[in-house]
C-alpha cells in the first residue's frame, strides 16, 4: 500500500530544530558540582551520603536550605553514574537496611564510589537565567577513611614516614597493640640483606599491629590505609614493607633489607596514594570532612592528640583555592569550600551543640586558616545526618534533667544493664565544658560512654504520595553552605 506523500511542515520543523538546539547547549552549559565525602573511620559518611540523597530526591525538612526555603528548588532525581571506573554509590542497598523491620546502620565505606544527583531548580543569578542554565549536576564521591590516611604519605620520605609510625607505636594508646611488632623490628638490622620471607613476615606482623590499634582505639588513623583495606592489591608487594629504624638523611645501601623497604614504600606511593590523589581529590570542587570529636573525647588525651594529628596531615593535601560554577565549564576545579563535620550531634543535648562546634574548631583551626589564606572558606558544624534520638526531660529529685532518649542496639549495655533492641533508654550526656582549650588539655575533662543507638526506621511514601522526612540535625544548613550558591 502506498500512502501519499505531504509536504513536511517547515515551521515545525524548524521549531523542534531550535528546541533540540536549545536543549544540547542547556547540556553542555549544565555545570558539574563535584562534593567530596571524607572523614576518618566510624565518622558517619556512608551515613550522611544517603540521609542526604533521600532529603533531596524524597523530599525533606530542611528549611534552612535556602533554595528549599525559598520555593526554588523544582526536583532531585538520580542520574546515570557519570565516571565509568568507579564503582557506584549503592544508595538503594542503604535505603533498604533502613527500611528494614527493625532497621540497621548501613555498611561501612570499603571503596571509593561516586553518584550523581541531577538537581532543577528555578535561578536568581541574572547570568544563569541568560545562558538558560537550571541544573546542576551533583556529583557525591565518597571515600574510606582508611584511604584518606594515605594522602600524608605524598610528601613524606620512607625514613621519615618509618620514624613517625614507629614513635606512634610506642605511645600509650598503641604500645600493648604494638609490642609484638616493635620487639621483632628492634631486633633487625636495616643493613642485613633483602629478604623476600623476612618482608613479609615483617608486613603480617605490622599489619597484624593495624588491626589491633584500630580495634582498641576511640579514634582509627593509623595506616598505610590499604594494609586495613587491600582489595584486589592483597598479597601484592606494594603491601610488603614496614617500617624501619633509620636516620633521617639515611640511604639505605643497595641491596639492603633499608633499600628493599624504602623501594616498595616509594612503589606505594607512586602506584596507589598519588593515583588516588590525581584521579579523585584533585577533581573535589567542595569537601566535607565528617569527624567523631565525641569518640575523640571518651577515648581521652591521647584520642584527642591522634585526631588532630591526623586531620593535619590529611588537610595538607587539599588544594583549597577559589573557584565558581562557571570555572567548572571550562575544567578548572579547585576546592574552595570546607566544611569540618562534628557528627553524631544526636548524642548529646542541643544546648552543647555550640560547644562541640567549638572542640573542633580548635581541633582545626591551623588547618582552617592556612585554607583560608589560599582562599578557600572554612566552616565547622555539628551535625547528624540521621537522628537517632529524641531529646527529653527527666525528673532527677527536684530538679530536671536535659536527656536524649534512644534505643539501644541489641547487645548495648547502659549502667549494667543488657538491652535487646527494642526498649528505650534516656540517658544525661552531661554538658560539654565551656572552655574548648580546657576540654582539649584534660584540665576541663568530658568523658560520657553512650550506647550504639538504633536507627529511626526509613518509612516508604504514604497513600498521599508523601515520603515521611527523616529526622537530622543541621543536614540543610550543611547543604546550604556545600552547594546553596551554585542553585541561587
Given at each position: 500500500m502506498r500512502f501519499p506523500l505531504r509536504a513536511p511542515d517547515l515551521s515545525t520543523s524548524l521549531t523542534d530544530t531550535w528546541a533540540k538546539a536549545g536543549h544540547r547547549i542547556s547540556d553542555l552549559l549544565t555545570p558539574s558540582l563535584r562534593l567530596g565525602v571524607t572523614g576518618l573511620a566510624r565518622s558517619g559518611k556512608t551515613v550522611f551520603i544517603t540521609a542526604l540523597i533521600r532529603n533531596?530526591?524524597?523530599?525533606?525538612?530542611?528549611?534552612?536550605?535556602?533554595?528549599?526555603?525559598?520555593?526554588?528548588?523544582?526536583?532531585?532525581?538520580?542520574?546515570?553514574?557519570?565516571?565509568?571506573?568507579?564503582?557506584?554509590?549503592?544508595?538503594?542497598?542503604?535505603?533498604?537496611?533502613?527500611?528494614?523491620?527493625?532497621?540497621?546502620?548501613?555498611?561501612?565505606?570499603?571503596?571509593?564510589?561516586?553518584?550523581?544527583?541531577?538537581?532543577?531548580?528555578?535561578?536568581?543569578?541574572?547570568?544563569?537565567?541568560?545562558?538558560?542554565?537550571?541544573?546542576?549536576?551533583?556529583?557525591?564521591?565518597?571515600?574510606?577513611?582508611?584511604?584518606?590516611?594515605?594522602?600524608?604519605?605524598?610528601?613524606?620520605?620512607?625514613?621519615?614516614?618509618?620514624?613517625?609510625?614507629?614513635?606512634?607505636?610506642?605511645?600509650?594508646?598503641?604500645?600493648?597493640?604494638?609490642?609484638?611488632?616493635?620487639?621483632?623490628?628492634?631486633?633487625?638490622?636495616p643493613a642485613t640483606a633483602e629478604d623476600e620471607q623476612l618482608a613479609l613476615d615483617g608486613a603480617r606482623r605490622f599489619t597484624a599491629y593495624l588491626h589491633a590499634a584500630r580495634a582498641q582505639s576511640a579514634v582509627a588513623t593509623l595506616g598505610p590505609g590499604r594494609f586495613l583495606m587491600p582489595g584486589d592489591l592483597e598479597g601484592s608487594p606494594l603491601l610488603t614493607f614496614f617500617p624501619l629504624p633509620l636516620d633521617?638523611?639515611?640511604?639505605?645501601?643497595?641491596?639492603?633489607?633499608?633499600?628493599?623497604?624504602?623501594?616498595?614504600?616509594?612503589?606505594?606511593?607512586?602506584?596507589?596514594?598519588?593515583?588516588?590523589?590525581?584521579?579523585?581529590?584533585s577533581r573535589l570542587d567542595r569537601q566535607i570532612v565528617l569527624v567523631d570529636v565525641l569518640g575523640a573525647l571518651n577515648g581521652g588525651a591521647d584520642a584527642i592528640a591522634e585526631l588532630e594529628r591526623a586531620l593535619a596531615s590529611v588537610l595538607r593535601a587539599f588544594r583549597p583555592g577559589v573557584a565558581s560554577?562557571?570555572?567548572?565549564?571550562?575544567?578548572?576545579?579547585?576546592?574552595?569550600?570546607?566544611?569540618?563535620?562534628?557528627?553524631?550531634?544526636?548524642?548529646?543535648?542541643?544546648?552543647?551543640?555550640?560547644?562541640?562546634?567549638?572542640?573542633?574548631?580548635?581541633?582545626?583551626?591551623?588547618?582552617?586558616?592556612?585554607?583560608?589564606?589560599?582562599?578557600?572558606?572554612?566552616?565547622?558544624?555539628?551535625?547528624?545526618?540521621?537522628?537517632?534520638?529524641?531529646?527529653?526531660?527527666?525528673?532527677?529529685?527536684?530538679?530536671?534533667?536535659?536527656?536524649?532518649?534512644?534505643?539501644?542496639?541489641?547487645?548495648?549495655?547502659?549502667?549494667?544493664?543488657?538491652?535487646?533492641?527494642?526498649?528505650?533508654?534516656?540517658?544525661?550526656?552531661?554538658?560539654?565544658?565551656?572552655?574548648?582549650?580546657?576540654?582539649?588539655?584534660?584540665?576541663?575533662p568530658f568523658s560520657a560512654t553512650f550506647p550504639r543507638f538504633r536507627p529511626p526506621r526509613l518509612l516508604p511514601a504514604q497513600k498521599s504520595g508523601e515520603t515521611p522526612a527523616p529526622p537530622h540535625i543541621r543536614l540543610d544548613r550543611a547543604l546550604d553552605f556545600l552547594i546553596g550558591d551554585w542553585l541561587a
Amino acid at each position: 500500500m502506498r500512502f501519499p506523500l505531504r509536504a513536511p511542515d517547515l515551521s515545525t520543523s524548524l521549531t523542534d530544530t531550535w528546541a533540540k538546539a536549545g536543549h544540547r547547549i542547556s547540556d553542555l552549559l549544565t555545570p558539574s558540582l563535584r562534593l567530596g565525602v571524607t572523614g576518618l573511620a566510624r565518622s558517619g559518611k556512608t551515613v550522611f551520603i544517603t540521609a542526604l540523597i533521600r532529603n533531596l530526591t524524597q523530599g525533606g525538612r530542611l528549611p534552612f536550605f535556602g533554595p528549599y526555603a525559598e520555593g526554588r528548588l523544582i526536583s532531585a532525581n538520580l542520574e546515570p553514574q557519570p565516571d565509568d571506573n568507579v564503582p557506584r554509590f549503592d544508595y538503594e542497598g542503604h535505603v533498604r537496611a533502613l527500611e528494614a523491620d527493625p532497621p540497621v546502620w548501613p555498611e561501612s565505606t570499603r571503596r571509593v564510589s561516586e553518584l550523581r544527583v541531577a538537581i532543577s531548580f528555578a535561578p536568581e543569578h541574572a547570568i544563569r537565567r541568560a545562558l538558560g542554565i537550571r541544573r546542576l549536576n551533583l556529583d557525591i564521591v565518597d571515600y574510606p577513611g582508611e584511604w584518606l590516611l594515605d594522602l600524608a604519605m605524598l610528601g613524606e620520605s620512607y625514613a621519615s614516614w618509618s620514624r613517625d609510625a614507629l614513635e606512634r607505636a610506642r605511645l600509650g594508646a598503641h604500645a600493648a597493640a604494638g609490642a609484638e611488632w616493635l620487639s621483632f623490628v628492634s631486633a633487625l638490622d636495616p643493613a642485613t640483606a633483602e629478604d623476600e620471607q623476612l618482608a613479609l613476615d615483617g608486613a603480617r606482623r605490622f599489619t597484624a599491629y593495624l588491626h589491633a590499634a584500630r580495634a582498641q582505639s576511640a579514634v582509627a588513623t593509623l595506616g598505610p590505609g590499604r594494609f586495613l583495606m587491600p582489595g584486589d592489591l592483597e598479597g601484592s608487594p606494594l603491601l610488603t614493607f614496614f617500617p624501619l629504624p633509620l636516620d633521617q638523611d639515611c640511604v639505605p645501601e643497595r641491596g639492603s633489607l633499608a633499600a628493599m623497604m624504602a623501594r616498595r614504600y616509594d612503589s606505594y606511593v607512586a602506584h596507589v596514594v598519588r593515583p588516588f590523589f590525581r584521579e579523585h581529590f584533585s577533581r573535589l570542587d567542595r569537601q566535607i570532612v565528617l569527624v567523631d570529636v565525641l569518640g575523640a573525647l571518651n577515648g581521652g588525651a591521647d584520642a584527642i592528640a591522634e585526631l588532630e594529628r591526623a586531620l593535619a596531615s590529611v588537610l595538607r593535601a587539599f588544594r583549597p583555592g577559589v573557584a565558581s560554577w562557571l570555572a567548572s565549564l571550562v575544567g578548572a576545579r579547585r576546592i574552595d569550600r570546607l566544611l569540618f563535620a562534628a557528627t553524631k550531634a544526636d548524642h548529646i543535648h542541643h544546648t552543647s551543640h555550640d560547644r562541640l562546634e567549638a572542640i573542633l574548631k580548635l581541633l582545626t583551626e591551623r588547618a582552617a586558616v592556612r585554607a583560608g589564606e589560599a582562599g578557600a572558606e572554612a566552616r565547622v558544624m555539628a551535625l547528624a545526618a540521621l537522628r537517632a534520638t529524641r531529646e527529653a526531660e527527666v525528673r532527677d529529685g527536684k530538679a530536671m534533667l536535659p536527656c536524649i532518649v534512644g534505643v539501644p542496639l541489641p547487645g548495648e549495655t547502659v549502667s549494667g544493664q543488657r538491652f535487646d533492641g527494642k526498649r528505650e533508654v534516656a540517658l544525661f550526656p552531661g554538658d560539654l565544658p565551656d572552655d574548648p582549650a580546657g576540654v582539649l588539655s584534660g584540665a576541663a575533662p568530658f568523658s560520657a560512654t553512650f550506647p550504639r543507638f538504633r536507627p529511626p526506621r526509613l518509612l516508604p511514601a504514604q497513600k498521599s504520595g508523601e515520603t515521611p522526612a527523616p529526622p537530622h540535625i543541621r543536614l540543610d544548613r550543611a547543604l546550604d553552605f556545600l552547594i546553596g550558591d551554585w542553585l541561587a
